[in-house]
């Protein structure tokens, strides 16, 4: 990373601090309108620096090996059709995979930001699913916790030994439900419980998810795990070129 690539990183980072503190005090698609304009403007400030992030770690990986596209392109159609396949649950929002795992294990959850937000806005746009005023939102939950949590968790599984398809498995399957679990606090957030509060309504959020969301979340784990393994025997040198599996 240059020099003025951290500074304009680290710029983000003071825009996002700065930004976002107003906004949230005074307080899985989300769709649009459904979220004040506050934590609309407060979601998209905090998914800043990862992107910033995202975009410097992207223009790297093409420098480095131009072969990578093809792998970026495909994980970025996964995601696209993975989380278009939509299941309605609580009001506003709906269960779906969300496909972020493919992408953070083989990239890291810098890139899967990236390739999330491209997705959350086409998928806005055609297909009415999610909200461009509730990018910010969709963003954070879908494109960066939920990645972060299974890049975390691969990479702890792998310093455990723990058998790599056991690994994928679990990372993908996590970070799915780890989705949820924001998205139900920043509907908790918008909408808290009259009689507890943010935590109560989180609860409940929770409590609607989990009958649709649990099942889909080992279902995206199984698959994740199928087409890793078909890459490992289609695509080993493509993989090992960015780096997958040192």
């Known amino acids: 990373m240059t020099k003025l690539q951290k500074n304009v990183w680290k710029a983000s980072i003071a825009i996002a601090l700065a930004l976002s503190v107003c906004p949230v005090s005074n307080a899985m698609h989300i769709m649009e309108g459904f979220l004040p304009p506050a ?23 093409f ?29 506003g ?6 496909g972020t795992g493919f992408s953070a294990i083989l990239f ?21 699913h999610g909200g461009l005023t509730t990018l910010g939102a969709n963003t954070f939950s879908m494109a960066i916790a939920g990645p972060l949590l299974t890049y975390g968790i691969f990479g702890l599984c792998k ?19 780890f989705t949820y679990c924001v998205t139900s ?14 935590a109560a309504s989180a609860l409940e959020f929770l409590g609607v998810f989990a ?15 199928l087409i890793m393994m078909a890459m490992e025997s289609y695509a080993r040198p493509e993989l090992k070129a960015i780096g997958y599996g040192r």
Request: charged share 10%.
């Open 108 to 128: 890291g959850p810098s890139v899967t930001s990236i390739l999330g937000i491209i997705v959350l806005v086409f998928q806005a746009i055609l297909l009415a």
């Open 39 to 61: 934590l609309c403007i407060a979601w998209g400030v905090v998914c800043l620096p990862f992107l910033v992030k995202g975009l410097i770690n992207l223009k790297k990986i």
């Open 185 to 198: 606090v920043q509907l908790a957030i918008a909408y808290p419980s009259a009689s507890g509060g943010v």
């Open 159 to 177: 310093k455990l030994k723990v058998n790599k398809n056991v690994s994928i498995f679990l990372a993908a399957a996590l970070g799915d439900l």
């Open 211 to 225: 009958p649709t969301q649990l099942p889909l979340a080992v279902i995206e784990g199984i698959l994740t795990v």
């Open 63 to 91: 420098a480095e090996n131009r072969r990578a596209v093809t792998l970026v392109a495909m994980a970025g159609a996964y995601v696209f059709v993975l989380s278009a396949l939509k299941i309605p649950s609580v009001t």
């Open 93 to 98: 929002s709906c269960s779906h995979m969300t």
